[in-house]
């Protein structure tokens, strides 16, 4: 079955980094469209960032020029690399996906598979 594991959340200061990983398992990873979606205290739910198979990507406007998405085919991983970060980007942070035709957007509703999720604390 589908399994995707979040890691390297953790606690920074503003203008600090961070790089998450997300562990990808149970189906053909290179196939599929991936994304990095983020929940805050009291929000909902919003896509943060996007990736397609052959590479292309988009990023939600508040994260554009500081955050950046990418992949790793061969060993099923996809990363978010967080730079600049602000207390803002305080979340819990969830690689997710979905079966059948890729879905190459930030509605949350379009996702079908989850991670755990990783928790981002950004303090000022």
């Known amino acids: 079955q589908v399994q995707l594991v979040e890691s390297g959340g953790g606690s920074v200061q503003a203008g600090g980094s961070l790089r998450l990983s997300c562990a990808a398992s149970?189906?053909?990873?290179?196939?599929?469209?991936m994304g990095w979606l983020r929940q805050a205290p009291g929000k909902e739910r919003e896509g943060v960032a996007v990736?397609?198979?052959?590479?292309?990507?988009r990023y939600a406007d508040s994260v554009k020029g500081r955050f950046t998405i990418s992949q790793d085919n061969a060993k099923n991983t996809l990363y978010l690399q967080m730079n600049s970060l602000k207390p803002e980007d305080t979340a819990m942070y969830y690689c997710?996906?979905?079966?059948?035709?890729?879905?190459?957007?930030?509605?949350?509703?379009?996702?079908?598979?989850w991670g755990q999720g990783t928790q981002v604390t950004v303090s000022s």
């Open positions: 990736i397609r198979s052959g590479g292309s990507t």
């Open positions: 997710a996906t979905r079966s059948g035709l890729p879905y190459y957007g930030f509605d949350p509703n379009q996702y079908s598979y």
């Open positions: 149970g189906f053909t990873y290179s196939s599929y469209c």
